[in-house]
């Protein structure tokens, strides 16, 4: 077997209408279709990384702790959403706070250089904005 790009990325939701009113309202982006409560779109760009993170990785990226605090929900997933530059990550973030989410940190830029703000979204992923600068240059010039 040999993938060669993520075709799809769904999360499980259990409030339907809360997770369609984030994705929409708070994260900006649209959806096409709708069977039953199942709401897609197919004009969202692909995936440009896929991963396993251990939970004591992420903790440590949101919380500077390998342990996850134990009074916020535990993550299943993450998935990050790129903005178009930097100052794009802080703007989303006092949106989405002025929106009454809480962020888990504000935007900070990581040793690698993306510069990103987490929060948890309504079904408990753990969702970031970011901005990648190799994402957004040639193949060769990637850190």
Sequence with gaps: MRVVFVAGFSPIVRDAVASRTFYRDAVGLSFEGE????????????????????????????????????????????VEFEVEDVEAVSAAAQELEARGYRLLHRARTEPW???????????????????????HERRDDRP
């Design 35 to 78: 069977v039953g409560e199942y709401t897609f779109t197919e004009k969202l760009g692909g995936v440009k990384h896929f991963g396993l993170w251990p939970l004591s990785e992420a903790a440590q990226a949101c919380f500077g702790t390998a342990e996850w605090p134990s009074d916020i929900t535990v993550p299943q997933a993450t």
């Design 113 to 135: 250089t993306q510069t990103i703000t987490h929060l948890l979204s309504p079904e408990g992923l753990l969702v970031g904005v970011c901005y990648t600068p190799w994402f």
